[in-house]
C-alpha cells in the first residue's frame, strides 16, 4: 500500500465557474412563455393580414433563442485550482473543453491582485519568473473578493514553516 505524502496534501482547492441565473428550467420556462406570446400576437396579425409580423416576430424569437444558447456556451468554461507544499496547479478549461494547465513551485509564486477603488479587484493572477496566469476573470466583484482571500491565506500557509 503506497503512502500518501503529507506536502503533497491540498492545502486549498477551488473550483471557479461563472455564476448564471438562469438555469436549464427557467430558460425552458422563458422560451415556452415566449413561443406562446409569439403565436398568440402572431395569430392576431396573421388574421388581420399583417403576416410579415409574424415572421419578423419569430425572428426575435428565435434570436433571442440563440443568444441564451451561446451564453450558456460560455459558461461550460471553468478554472480548477489546487494549491499543496510542493504545488500550485492550475487548469482552465474554455467552453471548447481543450485544457491548458499551468504548474508553479508555491514558494517562487506571488499572487498579484489589481484593485480599483470603486469596482473592487479587477484582475487576479499568479506569477513566477516572467510567467503569468490569470484567475477567475468571469467572477462577480463578491466572489472575487472570496476567493482572493482564501487562495492568498492558503498561499501564505503553503510557503510558511
Do not use: C
Not at 500518501?4 to 428550467?25: E, I, K, M
Not at 482572493?148 to 510557503?159: D, E, V
Amino acid at each position: 500500500m503506497a503512502e500518501t505524502n503529507s506536502a503533497d496534501a491540498p492545502v486549498f482547492q477551488a473550483l471557479l465557474t461563472p455564476y448564471r441565473s438562469l438555469g436549464t428550467r427557467g430558460f425552458a420556462v422563458l422560451m415556452g412563455v415566449l413561443l406562446f406570446v409569439w403565436l398568440t400576437i402572431g395569430a392576431v396579425f396573421l388574421k388581420l393580414g399583417a403576416w410579415p409580423v409574424f415572421g419578423f416576430f419569430g425572428l426575435d424569437v428565435l434570436a433571442i433563442y440563440i443568444a441564451f444558447r451561446l451564453n450558456y456556451r460560455a459558461a461550460r468554461v471553468r478554472e480548477e485550482v489546487r494549491l499543496s507544499r510542493t504545488s500550485l496547479d492550475i487548469r482552465k478549461v474554455p467552453p471548447s473543453g481543450k485544457a491548458e494547465e499551468y504548474h508553479f513551485n508555491p514558494f517562487w509564486t506571488r499572487f498579484r491582485i489589481d484593485r480599483h477603488d470603486e469596482a473592487g479587484i479587477t484582475d487576479m493572477a499568479v506569477e513566477m519568473r516572467g510567467k503569468r496566469v490569470s484567475l477567475g476573470s468571469f467572477l462577480n466583484p463578491d466572489d472575487r473578493e472570496s476567493f482572493a482571500t482564501a487562495f492568498g491565506k492558503a498561499l501564505a500557509t503553503a510557503k510558511g514553516p
